[in-house]
């Protein structure tokens, strides 16, 4: 199979898996359908049920953009990678079918909740390498690296990349 079909069946788990997420939102949207729709409740909510609807709408776009951005940067460096599947190992295949698509699941929750464009990047960016290592390093460490990349900001990256290659080029006899 294609890496392409499995960018694209990936791509339709994720979509799945947004429209069960999104279920919170519809569930809200539907109690304010009924507070608008009975005499009594529509008198209680009344005044807040405009900016309430508003506020779903924007969560769920904002969500759903997030999503849509994650997943547009996985593909973009899978495909970056240009790995042909006849080239990956079965154990490499094994680990793509199943613990890489649960760090993406995973991964699209934390996409979710991040404020910023950039934490959603960096989290496609790892794990797009994720996908590329393969069984070589533990989902654990990826899930560690998700979890840190929605914590740290650019500026946390650099110092942190920074002080990498200052170990790299300082002797080891600290």
């Not at 079909?5 to 939102?25: I, T």
């Not at 959603?120 to 989902?139: D, P, Q």
Request: proline share 2%; glycine share 8%; hydrophobic share 40%.
């Amino acid at each position: 199979m294609a890496i392409d079909n499995k960018l694209a069946q990936a791509k339709a788990q994720v979509e799945s898996d947004e429209r069960q997420r999104g279920v919170g939102g519809e569930f809200a949207a539907e109690l304010l359908r009924l507070c608008n729709s009975v005499p009594v409740l529509k008198d209680l909510v009344g005044p807040v049920a405009d900016p309430l609807q508003a506020i779903l709408e924007t969560l769920q776009r904002w969500r759903l953009e997030n999503v849509r951005y994650l997943v547009d940067v996985i593909i973009e460096g899978v495909q970056e990678l240009g790995i042909e599947v006849r080239s990956i190992s079965e154990n490499h295949k094994k680990f793509i079918e199943t613990d890489w698509v649960k760090l993406v699941l995973d991964g699209v929750g934390k996409a979710q909740q991040a404020r910023a464009k950039g934490r959603v990047r960096t989290l496609g960016l790892v794990l797009a390498h994720a996908y590329r290592e393969g069984e070589k390093k533990s989902a654990d460490l990826t899930e560690e690296l998700k979890r840190v990349a929605t914590g740290l900001d650019g500026g946390d990256i650099r110092v942190l990349a920074m002080r990498g290659y200052e170990r790299q080029v300082q002797p080891h006899n600290r």
